[in-house]
C-alpha cells in the first residue's frame, strides 16, 4: 500500500538558515510526489511536484525538493528561511492503486522560523 | 477565477442536526474530494468523485454521504451528526489523469462544531 511518512512533529530555524523538512514514501511502481503548505485558517496550497527527471524540483515561493529513489526519500528545502515561511507543510504521494485519483497526504510537520 | 469555494465557513450544530457542506470549483477540473482535518492526523479523504456522475468512499465514509451535482459542484451531507463529526472540512479538485496534472486545489475550509 501506498504511504508517507513525515518523521518530525515540528522544525525549528533561525531566520536566514536554510530549512529542511523531511518526508518518506513507499508507493508501489514509479512514484508522483508533492508538497503542499498550509498556513493558518487557509487551505492548503501546492508547492511543487516530482513526477519524472530532474531529481531536484523547484517550486513556488524559493521551496525546492530532492528526489532521492534509493532512500525513497523527497526531503523539502529552502536555503534561506523567512519568518513568513512559518506554516503546516504537507508531503503526499499520488494513490496509484485506484488509478490515481487519490492521494495520500502524510501527518503533517509544523515549520517555526524565528526572526 | 474564484478557484475552489466553500459555504458555509462555520457552522455549529446539535447532535443529531443534518447540513449539507457545499462545494464549488471554476477550473473545470473532472475530480473533486471531500477530506475532513483533525489535530495530528492530517488530511483524511471522506469521499471522491473521479469525473462528475461517479463518486467513491475515501477512508473515513462512515456518517457522511456525497452528491456530484455537476461538473463543478460537490457536496457533503451530515445525515445525523455526531460529535466525532467535528473537524475542519476541505473540499478540493484537480485535473487529475487528463492533464497529467495531480495537484489539487484546496478551498478554504468549514469549521464545523457538533455540540
Known amino acids: 500500500a501506498q504511504s508517507v511518512a513525515q518523521p518530525e512533529d515540528q522544525v525549528n530555524v533561525a531566520e536566514g538558515n536554510p530549512l529542511t523538512v523531511k518526508c518518506t514514501y513507499s508507493v508501489s511502481g514509479n512514484p508522483y510526489l508533492f508538497w503542499y503548505v498550509q498556513y493558518p485558517n487557509r487551505g492548503l496550497q501546492f508547492l511543487l511536484k516530482?513526477?519524472?527527471?530532474?531529481?531536484l524540483v523547484k517550486g513556488s515561493y524559493g521551496f525546492e525538493a530532492e528526489f532521492n529513489k534509493s532512500q525513497t526519500s523527497f526531503h523539502l528545502k529552502k536555503p534561506s528561511a523567512l519568518v513568513s515561511d512559518s506554516a503546516l507543510y504537507f508531503c503526499a504521494v499520488r494513490d496509484s492503486a485506484t488509478g490515481g485519483f487519490k492521494t495520500i497526504f502524510g501527518a503533517g510537520t509544523r515549520l517555526f522560523v524565528k526572526a | 477565477n474564484a478557484g475552489v469555494t466553500q459555504t458555509p465557513k462555520f457552522q455549529v450544530l446539535k447532535t443529531g442536526q443534518s447540513m449539507t457542506l457545499q462545494c464549488a470549483q471554476d477550473?473545470?477540473?473532472?475530480?473533486m474530494y471531500w477530506y475532513r482535518q483533525d489535530p495530528g492526523m492530517g488530511l483524511r479523504l471522506i469521499y471522491y468523485?473521479?469525473?462528475?456522475?461517479?463518486?467513491d468512499k475515501g477512508e473515513v465514509p462512515n456518517g457522511y454521504n456525497v452528491s456530484r451535482l455537476n461538473k463543478r459542484e460537490f457536496s457533503l451531507r451530515l445525515e445525523s451528526a455526531a460529535p466525532s463529526q467535528t473537524s475542519v472540512y476541505f473540499c478540493?479538485?484537480?485535473?487529475?489523469?487528463?492533464?497529467?496534472?495531480?495537484?489539487?486545489?484546496f478551498g478554504p475550509g468549514t469549521r464545523l462544531t457538533v455540540l
Open positions: 477550473m473545470n477540473h473532472n475530480s
Open positions: 516530482y513526477i519524472t527527471g530532474d531529481n
Open positions: 478540493a479538485s484537480s485535473d487529475a489523469v487528463a492533464s497529467g496534472r495531480y495537484e489539487q486545489f
Open positions: 468523485s473521479a469525473s462528475e456522475g461517479t463518486t
